[in-house]
């Protein structure tokens, strides 16, 4: 058993080494931009964990490589969107998904800048943010300057996670690699559920506003009508 794992490791060190592991992982990052299921994080935090563990790939490449896929693939998520929209294909249409799509479209007229710099960090979240971006007309400008914000932020982010793997098994790249993507999948749950609760909070905030906006105007108006009805003047 010890001397497959060691062969495995070797196998991976030596995989990682590779030239064309860098074109590879631009391509996961920019799929990963308008399909979700394609695990980019994991490979990301991988590749760093074996770059501290091991030494290679080249750490700083691997940072500067996410970041160009994950903006690429944003701003590509984006141009779809402005293109067909958020709801012409069938896995755009399913409950969940839709559900993104119409929260997104929500949020951007709110709170457009934060909710791009946020959604990059969920999977789906950032495919319904961009796209939804684009179908609804946002500023692409705006939208490049905050997505370029985000994929740095984001590529820092995870290889952060895998280097400090790749120091915890310093003699264990293979095992470092693995924790890494643990801790990735773990922290991802952890700010999905967190930003979500903190946007229903804020949601709740401003429908509370609106309510008391709503109401205040309402009263102000029944005031008016029941005076001039009576004839009284209107104080100003």
């Known amino acids: 058993m010890q001397a497959f794992m060691d062969a495995l490791n070797v196998f991976i060190i030596d995989a990682a080494a590779q030239w064309w592991v860098y074109p590879l992982l631009f391509a996961l990052c ?12 994991s490979v990301v935090v991988a590749l760093a964990a074996l770059a501290v563990s091991a030494g290679v790939p080249n750490i700083w490449l691997v940072i500067a490589i996410a970041a160009a896929g994950a903006m690429a693939g944003d701003n590509i998520a984006y141009l779809i969107g402005r293109r067909i929209g958020s709801n012409r294909f069938k896995w755009m249409q399913r409950p969940r998904v839709a559900s993104a799509f ?14 791009i710099l946020s959604a990059r960090y969920i999977p789906i979240g950032r495919v319904a943010v961009n796209m939804t971006a684009g179908a609804t007309g946002f500023h692409h400008r705006r939208f ?18 895998g280097a400090l793997a790749g120091q915890w098994f310093h003699d264990h790249s ?19 559920h967190g930003l979500k609760l903190l946007y229903k909070r804020k949601a709740r905030r401003s429908h509370e506003a609106e309510d008391a906006a709503s109401a205040t105007e309402n009263s102000a108006a029944t005031s008016k009508s029941a005076q001039a009805r009576t004839g009284t003047p209107v104080s100003h």
């Not at 931009?33 to 695990?39: A, K, L, R």
């Not at 929260?103 to 909710?115: I, M, P, Q, T, V």
């Not at 293979?174 to 999905?192: E, K, N, P, Q, T």
């Open 30 to 41: 920019l799929i990963d931009g308008i399909f979700p299921p394609v695990p980019s994080e």
């Open 102 to 115: 119409a929260w997104a479209r929500k949020e951007l007229d709110r709170r457009g800048a934060l909710l």
């Open 144 to 161: 490049v300057f905050f997505s370029i914000i985000a994929g740095i932020s984001w590529s820092l982010y995870s290889v952060g996670i």
């Open 174 to 192: 293979l095992l470092a690699a693995g924790l890494a993507i643990v801790i990735a999948l773990a922290l991802g749950l952890v700010i999905d």
